[in-house]
Structures are given as structure tokens and as C-alpha cells.
């Protein structure tokens, strides 16, 4: 990039400065002298921990807020003093964009292209690109209600470039997506960057996503950590990342458990059947002599190459304390006549609506105390089957038992000792968080003094206690998801189904959150999960692939991998293949729901 283009940032922020008060509580410093500069025709990622400020950015570039204080300058504009001119030149994209859902794909267009003014002549020269752009071109009239969650994001982002900005502003638009639709809309990002010139400022959860920007800006408490290209943000970590191999009969998942209170280690996450490390310090391979029981010591180590989501890691470690998020502890661990055998079995399982078949014959068994992924593409039928495992939907046929008891003649046993996490959390916005805690309590029947115990429990466990009398609606996401899942764990169930209960989260919470999950599943606790998250995907002991309503593939993680195994992938991650898996069946290819494990 040339100097004449970086002296003409296409938004620059010096010191700028926003408060929120909020009547009969504390107001809430959202951004503490933030400067940063976006250049024209450049993806920039905006990354940092629930709470940042990060929404908060956007919305005053967009000309939505008013600042409190410092400079914002947007397209050369002063956005405080002409919001207007700032919004007649950019497009902006929040978190739950405003489709229409009973108009079609078509007509939603339509209605954005009538309110930015945009001529017929203009619609008959943009509408095919952007069609093509987004392969909606086949969906015209299908309405926005009945699209795929990925459909809709394409759909989302298709209405906001109806016109041509200048500028986009960009605000989780892959958050709740499957691989393969955030794949197709990092492309159309790309795209629209490298080949039409604009100017991206996307705000990401996906620390992959950031890393395949040009340019990435952390923040975190308000203020600006880190910004410049994701490669120099990863050499913060350089000679510091490792991988361990877990020794015979150990899960990656235990060894990591092991590795996340050491004190010289930052960072430790599953991967590919291995635990990615990061220490707090460059250091040679090896331990002191006063740490005999470290794990590090009798481990395989192999040194390897630091990416950005390791030099974001460490650049919180040096402002921010570790959320440890102690391992649970259940109070009473599932009970000894239920120990052995399955604690789900589906057995051709169908679910129709009218002539769609959602659900067409699927079959898998969940063993008890063990972590199951059932993963797939947005609409590929999990949240049916959920819904189904948890008696909250009738099957259309075959047979499923669940906890030992047959879901389709005895569905209140049943649902007695399961918990459900919903993909859109089932909390209560106006109430607080003990509100909700005794509100689900009588839900479960909890009274009197057992019910006053389990929500002292809920409270100590997940760290809530600070925020008790805090409304749900006005919780960071990070502890939304903490007081949806102590909601669903107070009646103790033995099986707990979490339905994508990290999307959105940022990556301390999401790891904050496994550490919890693992914990449950050593005590016995059956935990059932569906995640767009692949990376997660390798905390699970089995795995099923669904997808247009059918099991693709089923296994361990190592053995799912190894189905995308190939001369020019050796190592083949979760993700590639989830999109291998998917993609062959797509072409006709492997729909029987071929099992993997023997």
C-alpha cells in the first residue's frame, strides 16, 4: 500500500471515548481511548473478549452512537458531525440483521434497494452480481424464513451491499454458521477486497477468520492491545508453542485438563488427537527439578510454528487474569445402578413435517459419561433430533431411548433427568440472574431447602455470584452461556444436551466452557453437543456427521480426520474433514451413513 493511500485512512479513531449510564446502576466505560487506523481496501479483523467493546466501535463508525470524547473520522468525515453523509457512503452489517422472513430472498432485496434509493437500472446491473457472488441466484423466491442460517447470512450481506459502500462494517456476520457457509462468506469478503477494492472492518469471533485478514486490531476492557498484521501479533508467541502427545490410554482432552492450571503454560487446546501448548515464556523443552509432576516431563514434545490465535493468547495473559473456571463438581454423580451402557440409543430415527423429511432414518448410540458431537451444516437436521432426544418433538418413526426409558410412550421420565442448553439460550431477559435460577428451579420441581442448595451451587460454580442481582439482558455473552448451562444442570441430570452453546462466545469463554463440559463427563454426566466450532469438535469422544438429514459419518475424532487424510493434506484438521465429508456426499457419493468406528 502505497504512503499517499495510508495518509488517507478510510477510518481513523484518536483517543476515543464512550460511557454508558444506565439508571439505578454503575455506568460502564465501553471504550477507553481507543486509536486505530482502518486503510481503504484492506480486510481488518476486530477481535477481543465478550465486553470489549468491539459492538460498540462499530455502532459509533456507523454514526449510530455518539461519542463521549476523542476524534472519529470515517471516509474523511467527522462522524459526530455529519453521521448522515458518513451512513450515505458505507453499509453496515449487525448481528441479527433485519430480514424480512415472510418476504423471499427477492423481495428482501427489494425492499433494501427501495430504502437506499437504488434505480432499476442500478438493480438490473447489481442483482446478478450479487447473486452470483452469494449462489442465492437459485433461491429468489424462497422466503428468508425457510433459509439455511448460512443462506441467511449471505442473504444478510447481499442486502447490504444492494448499493455500493465505500466502506463495510461488518459485525459477527460468521457467527452460527457452519464450515462450509463461513468458508463461502470468507470468500465473498476476499472478493469483495481483492477484486472490487473495498474497504472491510469485520468484528470476528473466529481467530482463523482474523488471521487471514491484512490487518487485525485487539481489544479488550475498552482498549487497543495490539493492531497490525496477524502475523507479527503471532510472533508474540514465537519459540513458546509446542505439541504433546498424550501418552498411551490418554485423551487429549485429560492431558489438557492437566496442562491448564500449570504456571508456565498460557495456552492449551486439543489438537488433532494432540494438546497444543503455549508457555509463558520462551524457554528450552523441559522442567525443573522441583516440578516432578509435571506433565511436560514424560511427554512427546514437538516445537512448532506460532499462530495468531496463540499471540492473541498471550497478549491477554499480560492484562488479564485467567478465567481458571474450576472444574464442577456434581453433587451427586450418576447414580451406580445406572453406570454401563448406552444412555441414548437411536435406532432409525425419522422426523417429518408434512412431505419434508428432516430427520430420515438415523441411528448412533451415546455412551454414558462420554462427550458426543453430532455436527453438520446449518439445517442438516441436529436441532431436530435434539429436540426429538429431549421429548420436546414427537418422532415420526423408529425408536430412541433415552436414560433407559422410551421417549415416545414415557417422555416426563425421561425428560426428569436430562438438561437442555438451546441454541438461542431460554433465559429471561427482564429478570436477574437469581430470577432466573429459581425460576428454572420450580421448573424442576426443586423447593424448600434443596432448591435454595442448588442455586448456592449454581452460583459458586459458575462464578455468578458477582452478578446476581444483574438482569440476564444485560450479561456479556460469555456469562449468558454460564447461567444457561447452570440453569440446565440444577435438577442434576444425568444427560445434558447443549445445542451450539458457544456460537459467538470468544475464545476465553469457549475454553472456560470445555473445562466445565470435560469435568461434568469425568463424573459420570453424558454430554450431548452440536458446535460450528471444529476445533471443539476434538474435546468429544465420538462424533456423527449429519447432514440433509442423514448420518454421513460416525467415529472418534482421530478417525473422522482421517477421511480427509490425502497426499497433499497429511495432517487433516477437524474442519477439512467436516467439509470433505459433506462435500462427498453432496455429490451423490457416501450417503449411507457409513460408520468409521468399528
Same mark, same amino acid.
Given at each position: 500500500?502505497?504512503?499517499?493511500?495510508?495518509?488517507?485512512?478510510?477510518?481513523?479513531?484518536?483517543?476515543?471515548?464512550?460511557?454508558?449510564?444506565?439508571?439505578?446502576?454503575?455506568?460502564?466505560?465501553?471504550?477507553?481511548?481507543?486509536?486505530?487506523?482502518?486503510?481503504?481496501?484492506?480486510?481488518?479483523?476486530?477481535?477481543?473478549?465478550?465486553?470489549?467493546?468491539?459492538?460498540?466501535?462499530?455502532?459509533?463508525?456507523?454514526?449510530?452512537?455518539?461519542?463521549?470524547?476523542?476524534?472519529?473520522?470515517?471516509?474523511?468525515?467527522?462522524?459526530?458531525?455529519?453521521?448522515?453523509?458518513?451512513?450515505?457512503?458505507?453499509?453496515?452489517?449487525?448481528?441479527?440483521?433485519?430480514?424480512? #422472513?415472510?418476504? +423471499?430472498? !427477492?423481495?428482501? $432485496?427489494?425492499?433494501?434497494?427501495? @430504502?437506499?434509493?437504488?434505480?432499476?437500472? /442500478?438493480? &438490473?446491473?447489481?442483482?446478478?452480481?450479487?447473486?452470483?457472488?452469494?449462489?442465492?441466484?437459485?433461491?429468489?423466491?424462497?422466503?428468508?424464513?425457510?433459509?439455511?442460517?448460512?443462506?441467511?447470512?449471505?442473504?444478510?450481506?447481499?442486502?447490504?451491499?444492494?448499493?455500493?459502500?465505500?466502506?463495510?462494517?461488518?459485525?459477527?456476520?460468521?457467527?452460527?454458521?457452519?464450515?462450509?457457509?463461513?468458508?463461502?462468506?470468507?470468500?465473498?469478503?476476499?472478493?469483495?477486497?481483492?477484486?472490487?477494492?473495498?474497504?472491510?472492518?469485520?468484528?470476528?469471533?473466529?481467530?482463523?477468520?482474523? #488471521?487471514?485478514? +491484512?490487518? !487485525?486490531?485487539? $481489544?479488550?476492557?475498552?482498549?487497543? @492491545?495490539?493492531?497490525?498484521?496477524?502475523? /507479527?501479533? &503471532?510472533?508474540?508467541?514465537?519459540?513458546?508453542?509446542?505439541?504433546?502427545?498424550?501418552?498411551?490410554?490418554?485423551?487429549?482432552?485429560?492431558?489438557?485438563?492437566?496442562?491448564?492450571?500449570?504456571?508456565?503454560?498460557?495456552?492449551?487446546?486439543?489438537?488433532?488427537?494432540?494438546?497444543?501448548?503455549?508457555?509463558?515464556?520462551?524457554?528450552?523443552?523441559?522442567?525443573?527439578?522441583?516440578?516432578?509432576?509435571?506433565?511436560?516431563?514424560?511427554?512427546?514434545?514437538?516445537?512448532?510454528?506460532?499462530?495468531?490465535?496463540?499471540?492473541?493468547?498471550?497478549?491477554?495473559?499480560?492484562?488479564?487474569?485467567?478465567?481458571?473456571? !474450576?472444574?464442577?463438581?456434581?453433587?451427586?454423580?450418576?447414580?451406580?445402578?445406572?453406570?454401563?451402557?448406552?444412555?441414548?440409543?437411536?435406532?432409525?430415527?425419522?422426523?417429518?413435517?408434512?412431505?419434508?423429511?428432516?430427520?430420515?432414518?438415523?441411528?448412533?448410540?451415546?455412551?454414558?459419561?462420554?462427550?458426543?458431537?453430532?455436527?453438520?451444516?446449518?439445517?442438516?437436521?441436529?436441532?431436530?433430533?435434539?429436540?426429538?432426544?429431549?421429548?420436546?418433538?414427537?418422532?415420526?418413526?423408529?425408536?430412541?431411548?433415552?436414560?433407559?426409558?422410551?421417549?415416545?410412550?414415557?417422555?416426563?421420565?425421561?425428560?426428569?433427568?436430562?438438561?437442555?442448553?438451546?441454541?438461542?439460550?431460554?433465559?429471561?431477559?427482564?429478570?436477574?440472574?437469581?430470577?432466573?435460577?429459581?425460576?428454572?428451579?420450580?421448573?424442576?420441581?426443586?423447593?424448600?431447602?434443596?432448591?435454595?442448595?442448588?442455586?448456592?451451587?449454581?452460583?459458586?460454580?459458575?462464578?455468578?455470584?458477582?452478578?446476581?442481582?444483574?438482569?440476564?439482558?444485560?450479561?456479556?455473552?460469555?456469562?449468558?452461556?454460564?447461567?444457561?448451562?447452570?440453569?440446565?444442570?440444577?435438577?442434576?441430570?444425568?444427560?445434558?444436551?447443549?445445542?451450539?452453546?458457544?456460537?459467538?462466545?470468544?475464545?476465553?469463554?469457549?475454553?472456560?466452557?470445555?473445562?466445565?463440559?470435560?469435568?461434568?463427563?469425568?463424573?459420570?454426566?453424558?454430554?450431548?453437543?452440536?458446535?460450528?466450532?471444529?476445533?471443539?469438535?476434538?474435546?468429544?469422544?465420538?462424533?456423527?456427521?449429519?447432514?440433509?438429514?442423514?448420518?454421513?459419518?460416525?467415529?472418534?475424532?482421530?478417525?473422522?480426520?482421517?477421511?480427509?487424510?490425502?497426499?497433499?493434506?497429511?495432517?487433516?484438521?477437524?474442519?477439512?474433514?467436516?467439509?470433505?465429508?459433506?462435500?462427498?456426499?453432496?455429490?451423490?457419493?457416501?450417503?449411507?451413513?457409513?460408520?468409521?468406528?468399528?
Amino acid at each position: 500500500m502505497n504512503p499517499a493511500t495510508k495518509a488517507a485512512p478510510a477510518l481513523m479513531a484518536q483517543g476515543l471515548y464512550k460511557r454508558f449510564v444506565r439508571k439505578d446502576q454503575p455506568p460502564v466505560t465501553a471504550l477507553d481511548g481507543v486509536s486505530l487506523t482502518i486503510y481503504h481496501g484492506e480486510l481488518t479483523a476486530l477481535v477481543g473478549p465478550d465486553g470489549a467493546g468491539k459492538t460498540t466501535l462499530l455502532r459509533l463508525a456507523a454514526g449510530l452512537l455518539p461519542r463521549d470524547g476523542g476524534a472519529l473520522e470515517v471516509l474523511g468525515i467527522d462522524v459526530a458531525r455529519d453521521p448522515q453523509a458518513v451512513q450515505d457512503r458505507i453499509s453496515y452489517m449487525p448481528q441479527r440483521f433485519g430480514l424480512y #422472513e415472510d418476504l +423471499s430472498v !427477492a423481495e428482501n $432485496l427489494d425492499l433494501y434497494a427501495d @430504502l437506499h434509493g437504488v434505480t432499476a437500472a /442500478e438493480r &438490473a446491473q447489481r442483482y446478478p452480481v450479487l447473486f452470483e457472488m452469494t449462489a442465492l441466484g437459485p433461491f429468489q423466491r424462497r422466503l428468508a424464513g425457510r433459509l439455511s442460517g448460512g443462506m441467511k447470512q449471505k442473504l444478510g450481506l447481499a442486502c447490504t451491499l444492494v448499493r455500493q459502500p465505500e466502506l463495510l462494517l461488518l459485525d459477527e456476520p460468521t457467527a452460527g454458521v457452519d464450515p462450509l457457509s463461513r468458508r463461502e462468506l470468507r470468500e465473498i469478503m476476499l472478493h469483495l477486497v481483492r477484486d472490487q477494492g473495498l474497504t472491510v472492518f469485520l468484528c470476528t469471533s473466529y481467530l482463523d477468520e482474523a #488471521e487471514r485478514c +491484512s490487518r !487485525a486490531i485487539i $481489544l479488550h476492557q475498552g482498549t487497543v @492491545l495490539s493492531q497490525g498484521p496477524p502475523q /507479527e501479533i &503471532a510472533q508474540l508467541a514465537a519459540e513458546r508453542c509446542y505439541l504433546l502427545t498424550p501418552r498411551a490410554g490418554e485423551s487429549a482432552r485429560g492431558l489438557q485438563a492437566q496442562l491448564l492450571d500449570h504456571p508456565h503454560i498460557v495456552d492449551a487446546v486439543p489438537d488433532g488427537g494432540r494438546v497444543r501448548i503455549v508457555r509463558t515464556e520462551p524457554a528450552a523443552i523441559g522442567v525443573a527439578a522441583d516440578e516432578p509432576n509435571d506433565p511436560m516431563r514424560s511427554h512427546e514434545l514437538q516445537a512448532v510454528r506460532p499462530r495468531f490465535e496463540d499471540g492473541f493468547m498471550v497478549l491477554l495473559q499480560r492484562v488479564a487474569r485467567r478465567e481458571q473456571a !474450576a472444574p464442577i463438581t456434581v453433587t451427586h454423580p450418576v447414580r451406580p445402578d445406572a453406570q454401563g451402557g448406552a444412555a441414548v440409543r437411536v435406532e432409525q430415527l425419522v422426523k417429518r413435517f408434512g412431505a419434508f423429511v428432516a430427520v430420515d432414518h438415523i441411528s448412533f448410540e451415546v455412551q454414558r459419561g462420554e462427550i458426543f458431537g453430532l455436527l453438520g451444516p446449518n439445517g442438516a437436521g441436529k436441532t431436530t433430533t435434539f429436540r426429538m432426544l429431549c421429548g420436546l418433538l414427537t418422532p415420526s418413526g423408529g425408536q430412541l431411548r433415552v436414560a433407559g426409558a422410551d421417549v415416545r410412550t414415557a417422555p416426563a421420565s425421561a425428560r426428569a433427568r436430562l438438561g437442555y442448553v438451546a441454541q438461542r439460550f431460554s433465559l429471561y431477559g427482564p429478570l436477574t440472574v437469581v430470577e432466573n435460577l429459581e425460576f428454572f428451579a420450580g421448573a424442576y420441581g426443586l423447593r424448600g431447602e434443596h432448591k435454595r442448595a442448588r442455586i448456592h451451587w449454581a452460583l459458586e460454580q459458575f462464578d455468578l455470584g458477582a452478578r446476581a442481582q444483574a438482569t440476564s439482558a444485560e450479561l456479556p455473552g460469555g456469562y449468558k452461556q454460564r447461567l444457561a448451562m447452570a440453569a440446565a444442570l440444577l435438577h442434576e441430570p444425568e444427560i445434558l444436551f447443549l445445542d451450539e452453546p458457544t456460537s459467538g462466545a470468544d475464545a476465553l469463554a469457549r475454553r472456560a466452557f470445555w473445562r466445565r463440559i470435560s469435568a461434568l463427563a469425568d463424573q459420570g454426566v453424558t454430554v450431548i453437543v452440536t458446535t460450528h466450532f471444529m476445533q471443539e469438535a476434538e474435546y468429544c469422544d465420538h462424533i456423527a456427521i449429519m447432514d440433509a438429514g442423514q448420518v454421513l459419518a460416525r467415529g472418534s475424532p482421530g478417525e473422522i480426520r482421517a477421511l480427509a487424510g490425502s497426499d497433499s493434506t497429511p495432517e487433516p484438521t477437524m474442519e477439512d474433514a467436516f467439509i470433505a465429508v459433506v462435500e462427498q456426499a453432496r455429490r451423490g457419493l457416501g450417503r449411507d451413513g457409513r460408520e468409521v468406528a468399528a
